[in-house]
């Protein structure tokens, strides 16, 4: 393939991204969602039998270049999401938040490993584990602009909505990389059952305990590193280019010398230089712009174009329903109970259920990794794409409706105090 070649389906990939990703803004849904559809677009060109096309857009040098560069997106993507995890508001979130976070990734990772075990009883129980992890993934972007619009993000939901957000992302990584560690050290891959308790995973824990104590050193050395050249030089772009250096350095380390997910390494990176940089805002910014720009269109797209729904069968279809559901009633009802158990009323327990339910760019990621190490069926991705959209618009709505009902039982409330004092009789009578 002439290096030339790429720069077709790339052209391709990123006008219909941009095009669908804004018609999914103006009605309200993620952009994730646009450009999801302008892969499946792409993908759907593949049944036009002209071979010049096959061959512009389809090749097997092309489409491997595809994904390579979405790789990289997949790396941006959870590295901006780091950066934007502050560890201040990780130690200020209070009791509730993290009983809410707990409840909303035990409770949904017990549905898909339950799915997963009733439907695949032959996989092997790390592979009915890394269908529950999926699950624990949340986003909440769609809930906040709802919540801003509602005048509603400041309140006792919003700000415990948000402060779970922040805590169920660090939760749902951690969750990740233990089992991506297992799987790497495993052999057998899906086949896999009981062994990951034998003595084998003794040395998958060390090494991902390992993986977190030195990424921090060296985290808590490359932040006093980086402030000092942020106070000589600010708004440099040698901070957000080096900052990059190091997201690479530990995605590669991360998945090469230590068996963790090579995202848990960019999202580590993220954390630990975002949050107490003191111009985290502007190397964020510099991220998202080459990560929006190129990559995270591609890796979004390239998942819309390699959607598979030739293995899907009768039973991968019940199932796929039945994971669907339990993904909508995992953060629903875990969330939600755990709301209630910190003394929220049942109003505001629905509330944060509802808030917390969304998914976005993060399920998919997750999904892929398990794809990638071969426990998860590359069927699922349809049903993926199913929860984002559905959460996505289910949560809106139903937010709404929780809060316009409110609203009729206050104005109702204020209609009947009124018409009683209008009834009521004076108790004396006027003086002259």
């Not at 290096?3 to 994730?32: D, N, R, T």
């Not at 509603?152 to 805590?167: C, E, F, M, P, R």
């Not at 109003?347 to 969304?358: A, K, P, T």
């Not at 049903?383 to 409110?406: D, G, M, N, Q, R």
Request: proline share 4%; net charge neutral.
């Amino acid at each position: 393939m002439e290096a030339f070649e790429i720069l077709l389906p790339l052209a391709l990939i990123l006008c219909l991204s941009k095009l669908l990703g804004l018609g999914a803004h103006k009605i309200g849904m993620p952009a994730v969602i646009g450009m999801l559809f302008a892969g499946i677009l792409i993908g759907l060109l593949r049944l036009v039998p002209w071979a010049p096309l096959q061959d512009a857009l389809f090749s097997d040098e092309i489409l491997n270049a595809i994904s390579i560069l979405s790789k990289i997106g997949v790396v941006l993507i959870m590295f901006s999401a780091g950066l934007g995890t502050d560890l201040k508001d990780l130690r200020q979130a209070g009791a509730a938040s993290v009983v809410i976070t707990a409840m909303g990734v035990v409770c949904p990772m017990f549905l898909g490993w339950l799915a997963a075990t009733l439907f695949f009883p032959d996989a092997g129980t790390l592979s009915h584990l890394f269908y529950g992890a999926i699950l624990t993934a949340t986003s909440v972007s769609v809930t906040v602009a709802v919540l801003k619009e509602l005048g509603k993000l400041n309140s006792k939901v919003g700000t415990a909505i948000i402060a779970a957000a922040v805590i169920d992302d660090v939760l749902g990584i951690i969750v990740l990389s233990v089992l991506t560690g297992f799987a790497s050290g495993a052999e057998g891959g899906a086949e896999v059952g009981w062994k990951w308790f034998q003595p084998n995973a003794g040395m998958v824990v060390v090494k991902i305990v390992l993986f977190f104590v030195i990424a921090i050193a060296l985290g808590v050395g490359l932040r006093k590193l980086f402030d000092l050249m942020e106070r000589r030089a600010p708004h440099n772009r040698r901070v957000p280019i080096l900052c990059l250096t190091v997201c690479f350095l530990y995605a590669y380390a991360a998945e090469k010398l230590f068996g963790v997910a090579d995202i848990t390494g960019a999202y580590v990176a993220g954390i630990l230089l975002g949050g107490t940089l003191s111009e985290t805002p502007y190397v964020e910014s510099k991220v998202d712009q080459m990560g929006y720009l190129i990559f995270s269109p591609i890796f979004f797209a390239n998942i819309g174009i390699n959607l598979d729904f030739g293995g899907i069968t009768l039973s991968f279809l019940a199932f796929g329903c039945v994971y669907v559901l339990f993904a909508l009633l995992g953060k629903l009802v875990g969330c939600g109970v755990g709301a209630k158990l910190c003394k929220f009323s049942n109003h505001e327990s629905l509330r944060v259920g509802l808030g917390m339910m969304v998914r976005a760019e993060v399920v998919l990621i997750c999904a892929q990794k398990g794809i990638d190490s071969g426990l998860v069926d590359q069927a699922i991705m349809p049903f993926v794409f199913a929860i984002i959209l559905i959460s996505s618009v289910l949560t809106p709505i139903l937010l709404k409706w929780s809060y316009s009902k409110e609203k009729t039982s206050s104005l109702a409330a204020e209609a009947g105090e009124t018409q009683n004092g209008s009834d009521q009789a004076p108790s004396e009578p006027p003086k002259s």
